[in-house]
């Protein structure tokens, strides 16, 4: 899954596409590869993206959850056959952890054409796969394992059978041989090589056996074989190479059964390949409840109770909860809204759902209607980290700017979080206000958060605003900042809303001051300050 | 004497499924030894697996066997069962699991990582009556701690003297058989190795406590610092391992030791049966 140039570095860091890739990522080899070539839709695609959702949200309602995580883990054991069927296409002849690949695979094949019968999925079995699994099948046994049995072939049943017995009478030789020396050196048994000690050694050495080396207590020895044991020796050889040219012969006719499949077989790796992709999206919109977006054709981003999940996962994990989001947004708008609000999630939702979009996979939201962009950008907070040393935050805002101002995209979403914010705010202003006359004009679709005043109205766009705190909670005497954080979350109302006039949102920042511990004093003063 | 039978029974006696051989050394008779055991295992009738931390090249095993190759080391013929495969990795590419059908020399390899060992063991040890493995000191002592016995051979081909090699056994064996932490005592952890320096601190500073390592291979020093150390420290291991017999092998291509009084020294030092089986014998 390639972002291309739908997004920037910082852009997906800060929209979570790494995040999102990596719940997306489908379980096979073949999955990985299809995977690597998903590229987003462009704006002319929409009708593509559309069905592409439509159906994973309908497979995600059609199969059940179950079924999805059963062939999940089908695609995660199924072994790469690619370089086998190449191989036996061009004539080489495999070998048999090969054939217990192949084995493996066809089962696979099988069983996720069974997992997923009744459901609008088409099978992935096909004449190429019952073929080498039927030429297979004497391999398999009723074992997971695969052996070149018997069965194969008659001649390498009777191959086996010469060398067993030639191997029986060779080892006969060789027992006889070893019983007839260690009953001589008065012993139960000797092995390959074995220490007789000069002081218990009466007379001469047992015939059949040689000394390998001398010392002067000991002499290290070795069974000697003799003529019956080398015949018997020679007949076994000949029956092991008996055997060896009967299984290459049964290993060829099986490769070249394999190649013949090749075609078919490729073709069930190719439509694997996209199904494990597509149940890896199915999976994805089962697990967080998303739904289908309307893929529409005018710059624009409406959604209903939306989520930005990786910050969702986030609070779960952390027992809390997000509050999902609406918004309608059609061309370049203003949102304001106080500190700790969720202006930047809500920045966030916007490009993570135009993402999901322009991939054609299912939102996390109750309803939406999502352009497909060719940009998706970001200015401001949290993009200057890639500045570098030469670069102050404004210098790296401006440079940023001029990049997305120049870019001849055209369907831009731009996403800006306190965009000048860094200057002073007379001029600040100036500038936010040009650049949404800026977007306007292109009809760019865009959202710019600020805490600047006025914006709205002066660059004539519309203006959206954070609900912010229903109260102002009470100051803790103890720094318990997480209990404060919990506090200031029940009593925020992150819903956003769209407000006529263009009076700013209070922007709670001496109490959110307060509530997160600064000194008493100091809050005072700001109070006085403020009343000035 | 069929020394293979006599290590099998005392193994099986202390309950354990898995052999590790270990050696003091090249050379020692580790793979006499490995063979010894597993030949008598298989003339008992017992369903026999055998594995290789290393990759251990032609080995000879009879019908039957469960073993552990790479893939890509599987010979072409006898064909074997193939059990198996579940995608751990050694350093010759993919492991599988096979049994052997006739006679022949095949190549054993185990797995790179200490868990991918870990599972290779448990996967073979699950199908047979006994696994024998070829072991590495450095890689047994997480594998052998459930119900595993150590057998440690030693010899000529290791050091200069009968006493050296007498004095190694004996120290390997008095590390590996690190008594396990008491419950509930007062002891002092570490979290790496026990060196001859941490030894000589502790020493210095008139520990008492229990001084607990993971295990025997996280004891550090040569063998006269070690009797030392033993002497001197209450040291102990969460993960004890149980060492069931020594072997010796007198010979080597530079020198040779009287067979005999090597194996009473190194039963004599070591405190565990003994066996010479070259000679056949027993002390």
Redesign the interface.
């Known amino acids: 899954m390639k972002a291309q140039d739908l997004v920037d570095e910082r852009a997906a860091e800060l929209l979570g596409f790494e995040w999102l890739r990596e719940r997306l990522a489908p379980k096979s080899p073949y999955g990985a590869r299809n995977f690597a070539q998903v590229v987003p839709y462009r704006p002319g695609d929409e009708e593509a993206a559309q069905e592409r959702g439509l159906r994973i949200a309908a497979l995600a309602e059609e199969v059940k959850p179950d079924r999805v995580a059963a062939a999940q883990a089908a695609f995660d054991a199924l ?1 790469d056959v690619s370089s086998a069927v190449a191989r036996a296409s061009l004539n080489e002849t495999l ?3 090969d054939f ?2 192949l084995c493996r695979f066809c089962e696979s094949v099988e069983r996720l054409d069974e997992l997923l019968a009744g459901s609008s999925l088409t099978e992935v079995e096909n004449d190429a796969t019952a073929a080498v699994l039927t030429a297979l099948d004497p391999g398999r046994n009723g ?6 049995a018997d069965a194969f072939d008659a001649e390498l049943g009777a191959a ?1 059978k010469v ?2 017995q030639t ?1 029986a009478a060779l ?1 006969a030789v060789r027992g006889r041989e070893a019983a007839l020396v260690a009953r001589e050196l008065q ?5 390959d ?3 007789v ?1 000069r002081a218990e050694l009466q007379g001469a050495l047992p015939a059949g056996v040689r000394v390998v ?1 001398e ?1 002067p ?2 002499l ?1 020895c070795a069974l000697e074989h003799g003529d019956v044991y080398l015949e018997a020796l020679a007949r076994q050889q000949q029956a ?1 190479d008996a ?2 040219a009967a ?2 012969g049964v ?1 060829s006719q099986l490769s070249a059964i394999v190649g013949r499949q090749a075609a078919g077989m490729n073709a069930v790796a190719l439509a694997l390949g996209q199904l494990d992709v597509t149940l890896a999206a199915v999976h994805f919109a089962q697990q967080y409840e998303c739904v289908a977006a309307v893929v529409v054709r005018e710059n624009a981003l409406r959604f209903e109770q939306a989520r930005f999940l990786p910050l969702d996962s986030e609070l779960t994990v952390a027992g809390r909860s997000f509050v999902p989001i609406d918004l309608a947004l059609s061309g370049a708008a203003v949102l304001t809204g106080p500190n700790m609000g969720g202006k930047s999630v809500s920045l966030q939702t916007c490009g993570f759902l135009a993402l999901l979009a322009a991939f054609g996979v299912p939102v996390p939201a109750a309803n939406a209607r999502i352009a497909l962009f060719d940009r998706i950008g970001w200015l401001g907070l949290g993009a200057e980290s890639h500045g570098g040393g030469l670069l102050s935050s404004f210098a790296h805002e401006l440079v940023s700017l001029k990049k997305i101002l120049s870019d001849d995209a055209e369907r831009l979403l731009l996403l800006a979080d306190e965009f000048a914010r860094t200057t002073n705010p007379h001029e600040g202003r100036a500038l936010v206000i040009a650049l949404l006359e800026s977007l306007r004009e292109r009809g760019a679709c865009a959202l710019v958060a600020t805490h600047l005043q006025g914006i709205a109205v002066a660059a004539g766009v519309r203006h959206f605003a954070v609900r912010g705190l229903r109260e102002i909670p009470q100051a803790r005497a103890a720094t318990d900042l997480s209990a404060a954080l919990r506090e200031l979350a029940e009593a925020m109302d992150y819903r956003i809303v769209e407000v006529e006039d263009d009076e700013i949102a209070r922007a709670d920042a001496i109490a959110l001051a307060e509530l997160l511990g600064a000194d008493a004093a100091f809050v005072k003063a700001a109070y006085r300050a403020l009343s000035q | ?2 020394v293979g039978l006599r290590i099998l029974e005392l193994a099986r006696t202390a309950g354990a499924r898995s052999i590790f051989v270990v050696g003091t050394g090249k050379g020692v008779g580790k793979s ?1 030894t490995l ?2 055991i597993y030949e008598a295992a298989w003339r008992t009738g017992l369903r026999t697996g055998i594995a290789s931390v290393g990759h251990k090249p032609r080995w000879r095993l009879l019908p039957r066997t469960l073993f552990a190759t790479a ?1 890509a080391l ?1 010979p ?10 579940h995608g751990l990795e050694s350093s010759a590419g993919a492991i ?1 699991y096979a049994r052997t ?3 022949g020399e095949y190549d054993l390899i185990g797995p790179s990582t200490a868990s991918g060992l870990r599972e290779s063991i448990a996967a073979i040890e699950s199908q047979c009556d006994v696994l024998l493995v070829d072991g590495a000191i450095d890689r047994i002592a997480t594998l052998a701690a459930s119900d595993g016995a150590i057998v440690v051979a030693c010899g000529a081909a290791s050091a200069t003297t009968p006493a050296q090699a007498v004095g190694d056994a004996a120290a390997l064996i008095a590390r590996l058989q690190i008594a396990a932490a008491t419950p509930n005592a007062a002891t002092v952890e570490l979290a790496g190795a026990l060196t001859a320096t941490t030894a000589a601190e502790l020493i210095a500073a008139g520990e008492r406590r229990e001084i607990v390592v993971r295990d025997a291979t996280q004891i550090v020093m040569s063998a006269t610092s070690l009797a030392q150390a033993l002497a001197r420290l209450r040291i102990r291991a969460r993960r004890p391992l149980r060492v069931v017999a020594a072997t010796v092998c ?2 080597a291509a530079e020198r ?1 030791f ?3 009084p090597f194996l009473r020294e190194v039963r004599d030092a070591t405190g565990v049966p003994s066996f ?5 014998a027993a002390a």
């Open positions: 072994p070998q048999d952890p217990l690949d074992a997971p394992g695969f052996y070149l086996r060398l067993e191997q080892d012993r139960s048994e000797v092995g090589e074995f220490i000690m080396r010392t207590a000991y290290l092991f055997v060896a299984e290459l290993r | 004497m069929d006499t063979n010894a893939r599987l072409a013929s006898p064909a074997c069962q193939i059990v198996a495969s599988l059908v006739f006679t007198a010979v040779s009287d067979p005999a010479d089986v070259f000679a056949g």
